[in-house]
């Protein structure tokens, strides 16, 4: 597909009515619209001229076409790709619903079922991108869309980030929630493209949807809650008598053993999207947040809870404590910091980018 084969609208109004603006960022913006040949209503995403080249929309949208036909990730329209004067239209299906951000509860989270309905779809729409040798590389509650209130329908978006696993892309400036450690802390351009990249932040996804808070704000050791869940996950590793942060007590020990599989900081060491469907038939949360009783599941280790419940202890996060980071502030936080994600393009567009996470 060359940029002269592309069909030239002098304005998207000459094809499409636009209704509303249902997302932006600085890779463009979403708009809801009227397909007035077709009379259906589609999401129109534009990519502006001056910060996309063409060689990375016709990545993104191959890449959103060839993953079309899968049941959990949006319907990309063939041949329905356009460009204006200024800007590049990709034509996708409209999710009714919005997207996932939006309905989870700050502070609360979505019920257990719920989420394992949401975390099925999302990972069976991840397995069939990494057995395709393609990496997501954004994947976040902004970027699953809902079409129905019970969430058995939803749908993985946006392929802007989206690179073929083996390649490298250069080091972000600042980071997010959903960014893994060796993102965090590279130290170089080359950062290698994994797999394991997309199950770090499914994992960080799913603590979000099951508590309505992010676990920590970046994946290094100057951020106290990461470093907590790190010296947790050390000693867990070694076997040794361990205590676990407070944010993360109200999950049962099987859960807790996947966290740590998909949490691991080394990459070579995180489970595959695949062997998380090992879980979908444990219980995820506990009624009695403040306890949680040993099994045979901890596999020999010994979790100290005699104080955690109380709150006071000050290597201790409790979702009552102030010290606790306000998931509406941490969430406007993150909004803020997005732009270092929503437009990973290219090596050359990387030297665009200008974004300092919001502390």
């Not at 309905?103 to 949401?118: C, H, N, W």
């Not at 978006?157 to 590279?186: H, W």
């Not at 060491?269 to 444990?282: A, F, H, L, S, V």
Request: glycine share 4%; aromatic share 10%; proline share 4%.
């Amino acid at each position: 597909m060359e940029n002269d084969s592309l069909p030239l609208l002098s304005d998207v109004n000459e094809r499409f009515r636009r209704i509303r603006e249902i997302g932006s960022g600085t890779y463009g913006h979403v708009l809801l619209a009227f397909d007035r040949d077709l009379q259906q209503r589609c999401a129109l995403k534009i990519l502006p001229k001056s910060t996309t080249k063409y060689r990375d929309f016709q990545r993104e949208y191959n890449y959103s076409l060839l993953l079309s036909p899968h049941r959990s990730i949006i319907s990309t329209y063939e041949d329905r790709c356009y460009q204006t004067a200024d800007a590049f239209v990709i034509v996708q299906e409209y999710a009714p619903l919005g997207d996932l951000f939006e309905s989870i509860p700050p502070q609360r989270g979505l019920p257990e079922k719920a989420v394992k309905t949401i975390m099925k779809q999302v990972a069976s729409a991840l397995e069939f991108m990494h057995e395709k040798g393609l990496v997501h590389r954004d994947v976040k509650p902004e970027n699953v869309m809902i079409f129905d209130a019970d969430f058995h329908k939803v749908k993985l978006i946006d392929f802007g980030m989206t690179r073929k696993c083996g390649s490298y892309v250069r080091r972000l400036i600042g980071s997010i929630p959903y960014s893994p450690p060796e993102v965090c802390n590279a130290l170089n351009n080359d950062i290698l493209v994994s797999t394991a990249m997309d199950v770090w932040a499914f994992g960080v996804l799913l603590f979000c949807c099951l508590t309505g808070n992010f676990p920590w704000e970046h994946a290094q050791d100057s951020d106290v809650y990461y470093n907590e869940y790190i010296q947790w996950h050390r000693r867990y590793q070694l076997q040794r008598r361990c205590k676990l942060p407070s944010q993360w007590l109200k999950f049962t020990n099987r859960l807790m053993r996947l966290f740590k599989k998909m949490l691991d900081p080394e990459p070579l060491k995180r489970c595959t999207i695949t062997e998380i469907g090992k879980y979908y038939d444990n219980r995820w949360m506990h009624d009695n947040t403040h306890r949680r009783r040993l099994s045979n599941e901890d596999e020999g280790v010994e979790e100290d809870f005699s104080s955690s419940g109380s709150g006071i202890e000050s290597n201790t996060i409790t979702t009552s404590s102030t010290s606790n980071t306000d998931f509406e502030e941490l969430t406007q936080m993150m909004r803020n910091s997005l732009t270092t994600f929503d437009h990973l393009t290219s090596i050359d567009n990387q030297k665009k980018l200008s974004t300092k996470l919001v502390s």
